[in-house]
């Protein structure tokens, strides 16, 4: 348990400067690939199934759509993971020595849309599946 609360609830760069601070993203990035990587790979692997189920959408995208698409959406979430480091820098611009430790919070905040956007497709397509199961069960 001890590993799993230092790793959502860190202890903020030591120091205030941007080496420092790029150094703290830095060494939680391989840990953010792979929890948003694992998610997108369960999203492939659902909407893949949902998309095979008799009656859905022609049998879904092919293999490669699927993971060019998924190579593409990790390029964009590693891009927008830089935003991190980037905005706690500019608060310390902004407010100096008043401004928040705020690291941590934007890390954990950040994984968690990110993981949230990440499985968006999964509920967007499963409420579509069930909606059309009805629709064709009400339809006769």
Not at 8 to 20: D, G, S
Not at 42 to 61: D, E, R
Not at 75 to 99: F, K, Q
Not at 103 to 118: D, H, K, M, N
Request: proline share 7%; glycine share 12%.
């Amino acid at each position: 348990m001890s590993r799993l609360v230092d790793f959502f609830y860190p202890l903020p760069a030591r120091r205030r400067t941007a080496a420092a601070v790029f150094l703290w993203w830095e060494e939680r990035r391989p840990a953010y690939n792979l929890i948003v990587g694992g998610v997108g790979c369960a999203t492939v692997a659902a909407t893949t199934l949902l998309l095979s189920l008799p009656g859905s959408f022609g049998g879904g995208p092919p293999l490669v759509v699927l993971l060019g698409t998924a190579v593409v959406y990790g390029l964009v979430a590693n891009l927008c993971y830089c935003l991190g480091p980037l905005t706690e820098l500019a608060m310390y611009r902004l407010w100096g020595d008043d401004a928040p430790r705020a690291g941590p919070a934007l890390f954990r905040q950040g994984l968690i849309f990110s993981v949230g956007l990440t499985l968006f497709p999964v509920a967007l397509l499963g409420l579509v599946t069930v909606a059309r199961f009805f629709a064709r069960l009400l339809s006769g």
